[in-house]
Antibody, heavy 116, light 110 residues
């Protein structure tokens, strides 16, 4: 079955960058888009963007344009989300999501804490 | 891209029905039949419950149904059960390969 396994929790200082990985299994990695969604503690879901693992094409929410980069390594079926110039408001759980009918299968989430 | 508007909370007794609204604009909810709904229990990742306005993925009980009228989509839970107590989020395609989530609704089973 489709499974997404994300990298572990990160603690970063303001101004730094973080790169979260998402290893896919159970399907052909290049056949379905990967989306990224984040959720601050006690807050709602926030869509960040998508990536087509086959072409590498991406689309980002306006809020994150210029700060987020989504990439992939097809040889190891892994997607990456890098967020730069971190600030305290970026403290959240970050999810990668397999898109089939909609956001069908979610990774377990990666907690990113931004603190000085 | 503004978040879609959902009521902060709804509640119902076991066996009753509850409906959650999700209001957007003609650029998102009203413009496309790509509204999906997600259930999230505390500390867990969200789970897809409805896609394409009213379709249920395999394994989702038929107590969950979706609809749309104009710029507002709705999720109805019939025969409310204790395990339905969770947060629910709508999501809509907003054109140009962009998506937007709703503000979220807490469902309480009394």
């Amino acid at each position: 079955q489709v499974q997404l396994v994300q990298s572990g929790a990160e603690v970063k200082k303001p101004g730094a960058s973080v790169k979260v990985s998402c290893k896919a299994s159970g399907y052909t990695f290049t056949s379905y888009d990967i989306n990224w969604v984040r959720q601050a503690s006690g807050q709602g879901l926030e869509w960040m963007g998508w990536m087509n693992p086959n072409s590498g094409n991406t689309g980002y929410a306006q809020k994150f344009q210029g700060r987020v980069t989504m990439t992939r390594n097809t040889s190891i079926s892994t997607a990456y989300m890098e967020l730069s110039r971190l600030r305290s408001e970026d403290t959240a759980v970050y999810y990668c999501v397999y898109y089939y009918y909609a956001m069908d299968v979610w990774g377990q989430g990666t907690t990113v804490t931004v603190s000085s | 891209q503004s978040a879609l508007t959902q009521p902060r909370s709804v509640s119902g007794s076991p066996g009753q029905s509850v409906t959650i609204s999700c209001t957007g604009t003609s650029s998102d909810v009203g413009g496309y039949n790509y509204v999906s709904w997600y259930q999230q229990h505390p500390g867990k990742a969200p789970k897809l419950m409805i896609y394409d306005v009213n379709k249920r993925p395999s394994g989702v009980p038929d107590r969950f149904s979706g609809s749309k009228s104009g710029n507002t989509a709705s999720l109805t839970i019939s025969g409310l059960q204790a395990e339905d107590e969770a947060d629910y989020y709508c999501c809509s395609y907003a054109g140009s390969y962009l998506y937007v989530f709703g503000t979220g609704t807490k469902v309480t089973v009394l």
